[in-house]
């Protein structure tokens, strides 16, 4: 049995670029809609993460494994550096320097 990358997990010949996932590799995947550019209603997605709105409803976040890699390229071409972020008192955050 050949080890399982999980997502955000480092990948061995760039350990810290961990790689994006892939649709059945061992992450949680489920059946669903993906939310990401292709809004197809059923296949395999990964919850990625939540969205708040105004309001404070938030909700999970799924996309299949094409607009995953889409996010991962996208987040890779407009990568900055690690901020650090700090608590307001009105409760919002902002970034720091
Ligand atoms: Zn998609």
Same mark, same amino acid.
């Given at each position: ?22 649709? %059945? ?13 292709? %809004? ?52 919002? %955050? %902002?970034?720091?320097?």
């Amino acid at each position: 049995m050949s080890p399982v990358a999980r997502y955000g997990a480092p990948r061995a010949d760039r350990p810290s670029a961990p790689a994006p996932a892939r649709t %059945e590799d061992g992450n949680d995947w489920t059946w669903g809609a993906c939310w990401g550019w292709c %809004e197809r209603p059923w296949l395999r997605v990964l919850w990625v993460g939540s969205a708040t709105i105004p309001g404070g409803q938030v909700a999970d976040l799924y996309y299949c494994g094409s607009c995953v890699r889409r996010m991962y390229r996208r987040v890779q071409s407009h990568a900055r550096p690690h901020t650090h972020l700090r608590v307001l008192d009105c409760g919002q %955050e %902002e970034a720091g320097t």
